[in-house]
């Protein structure tokens, strides 16, 4: 793991509600990440950036209208990868980790339909798979998405640094629509959403919630946590969801705000009753 990226990460550990050892790995799963995603980034350099430009103009996210390429070969190293990572620091998950491998390397996981399963939200397809394979299918799943992420977050970079995302007006991510629980509050003042998946990042007014574009404040509350002043939560009672907020002129910046969801786990636990889920 390198040694800056867990020093920077490692001055969270004290307020994230999560063992050491759990949190080193996790860590080092993003390394792994990042550093497949740097490796992916010249594929996705030749973006059509017109037809970039013309879905954002119209309000819809980049990757609802244009197909994420994953190549085959790129895909099943980066299973392999996090699989292997992820067998060595997880004794309890060793097993079926190790099943997870062999049964790609047979040939008994088709990494190709899988991906695709993935893609189109078929959970069933991954349900099958996980039960031919003989594993648990929420770690099939997990792997799966871990995988297919660094490709997402490549694909993101290029979008954002070809078009950039001025004049996007919706709380959903630019580029692969998700919803984002983290806003980002900069040490000038001015916000922005982070999607956690892609990392996509793009400025967005405060007080305004990101699920339903409610800015009533009848309705909406934006409060600080008393205790903590680098964090804070908005509220809206309209749509009945929150989303976290992290002040970099409190927090700093020397956090990368990919963990930034994790950093804030402890209002997740709070406002949920202490459920994780």
Known sequence: MSSSLKDRVRRIYPDVPIDENSLDVFVG?????????????????????????????????????????????????????????????????????????EAQESGQL???????????????AVHEAASRVGVDHEMLEAVVAWAVQPFFQAFSE???????????????????????RVEVVQPDGTSLLRCQFCGAEWKYPEGKCPYCGNSDKSTLMVLGLEEDKRFGVGICRLCGNYWKIVDEGVAGTDVPRRFYDIWTLKIDLLLTGGRKG
């Open 29 to 101: 799963l993003v390394e792994i990440q990042e550093d497949i995603a740097s490796k992916l980034s010249g594929k996705y350099s030749d973006l059509d950036r017109e037809k970039v430009r013309e879905v954002l103009s119209q309000g819809k996210p980049v990757l609802s209208v244009m197909e994420l390429r994953i190549d085959d070969d790129d895909f099943a190293s980066a299973v392999k990868r996090i699989a292997g990572y992820l067998r060595e620091e997880l004794a309890d998950a060793r097993e079926g980790l190790s099943k997870v491998i």
């Open 110 to 124: 088709n990494l190709s339909e899988l991906k695709g399963a993935f893609m189109r939200g078929d959970v069933e």
């Open 158 to 180: 290029s979008v954002g640094s070809a078009v950039g995302f001025e004049g996007w007006e919706s709380g959903r991510c630019p580029v692969c629509g998700s919803f984002t």
